[in-house]
């Protein structure tokens, strides 16, 4: 048998443990046993707007009011009738949060293959590529699920920045910046020394933020109005519109650029009309390291990539693993996700 947990799209918190048959495999398809996955507020985003952004899409079914979370993790080939999937592969990609995904392998090779499962053919392929990789330690492998799906984002931004001049600012205010996409894109840009590198946080993350390495100063969100009124830009990974209108309206026409790139506030109001001032602009990571990799070539794109993440673990010394498995901490670390109860140096580690 086979494990899901079912998320209802209307509830985030609601979320049901079902079993269900394994069906026997089809030529061309492999089963996989999805063995370690991490969880932060990157994934409670993909389900909050899952609807408006396809991620509901990936991982279908039966019932159109639930669906399947999505996550990036490991997982092992446990079967297999597709030659590019052997059994025994270690993998990583994404999957549902779920102990099985059923994938139907095209365009393989000697490093891993897309599932071409007729429903995906549509979604961006960057999450349909299933990559073959060795055996690694258990902290390894948690670094990688916790921080690579988030640093690709903190790398671009970091690029987009340095690429923009930084928009003539000299200060970059981070919003959210206890969050890890938040931290790594500070830590690079302040590696630049082109710009003062501002963290906007709550008031129980600010010592954490401090503490990170990743900003010159910290602000509590309640300290908008302390902001120095510099010429500045704005990188809004909290999507709350009291933040958001806060920081724009204060820093009036200092502010001269404003990127939106998460929603970890995922259950504050939502922005109901323009904040004053610049109007904010979109970052969708998955569309502006297409257009990197097209521009740097996707070999120097990837080398450059790996170089920045690994000496961006290597200075992570503050990250904390909390490994688990089963279906009560999988559930229990969701809700507290949700909840914003998730101190900032966890790493969530769960399977089923
Ligand atoms: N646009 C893109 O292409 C793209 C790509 C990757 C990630 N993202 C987004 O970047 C954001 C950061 O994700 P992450 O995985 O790096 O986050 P994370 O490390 O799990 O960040 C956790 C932080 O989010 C805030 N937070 C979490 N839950 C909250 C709640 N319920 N209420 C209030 N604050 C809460 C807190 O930060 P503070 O106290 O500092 O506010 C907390 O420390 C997500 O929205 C994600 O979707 C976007």
Redesign the pocket.
């Known amino acids: 048998m086979a494990l899901d947990i079912l998320t209802n799209k209307s509830d985030l918190r609601d979320l049901r443990a079902a079993e269900v048959a394994l069906p026997p495999l089809q030529e061309g398809e492999a089963r996989l046993r999805i063995d370690r996955f991490a969880?932060?507020?990157?994934?409670?985003?993909?389900s909050a707007?899952g609807e408006r952004f396809l991620y509901w899409k990936f991982f279908p079914t039966a019932d159109a009011g639930f669906g399947r979370s999505p996550v990036w993790g490991f997982a092992d080939v446990e079967d297999s009738r597709a030659h590019d999937a052997p059994a025994g592969a270690r993998l990583w990609g994404y999957f549902p949060l779920a102990t099985h995904l059923v994938v139907t392998p095209v365009r393989g090779g000697e490093t891993g293959f897309f599932d071409g499962a007729a429903h995906r053919a549509e979604l961006p392929p960057i999450y349909n590529r299933y990559e073959r990789v060795p055996a690694a330690p258990a902290h390894e492998e948690a670094l990688t699920a916790?921080f690579r799906?988030?640093f690709?984002?903190?790398f671009?931004i970091d690029d987009h920045l340095a690429d923009s001049n930084f928009f003539g600012a000299e200060m970059a205010v981070f919003?959210?910046?206890?969050?890890?996409?938040?931290?790594?894109a500070a830590w690079l840009a302040r590696k630049r020394h082109r710009a003062e590198i501002v963290?906007?946080?709550?008031a129980?993350?600010r010592t954490?933020?401090e503490r990170s390495g990743a900003y010159d100063r910290v602000f509590a969100?309640e300290e908008v109005e302390s902001l120095p009124r510099k010429p500045a830009l704005l990188v809004d990974?909290?999507?709350?519109a009291r933040?958001l209108h806060g920081v724009h309206a204060h820093l009036g026409p200092a502010l001269r650029h404003s990127i939106?790139?998460?929603?970890?506030?995922?259950?504050?109001p939502p922005v109901a009309a323009p904040p004053p001032g610049v109007a904010p602009t979109?970052?969708?990571?998955?569309d502006?390291g297409a257009a990197r990799a097209r521009a740097w070539g996707a070999d120097v794109f990837q080398d450059r990539l790996r170089a920045a993440q690994s000496e961006f673990l290597a200075a992570c010394d503050w990250l904390v693993v909390d490994e688990a498995r089963g279906v009560a901490p999988t559930v229990a670390a969701w809700r507290a996700?949700?909840?914003?109860?998730?101190?900032?140096e966890r790493g969530l580690i769960r399977a089923l």
């Open positions: 969880l932060t507020a990157n994934n409670i985003t993909y707007i916790l799906p988030l690709g984002t903190s671009l919003a959210s910046a206890s969050s890890k996409t938040a931290l790594g963290g906007l946080t709550s129980q993350n954490f933020a969100y990974m909290a999507g709350n933040v939106t790139v998460g929603l970890t506030h995922w259950d504050s979109m970052f969708f990571a998955p502006i996700l949700l909840d914003g109860a998730v101190a900032p």
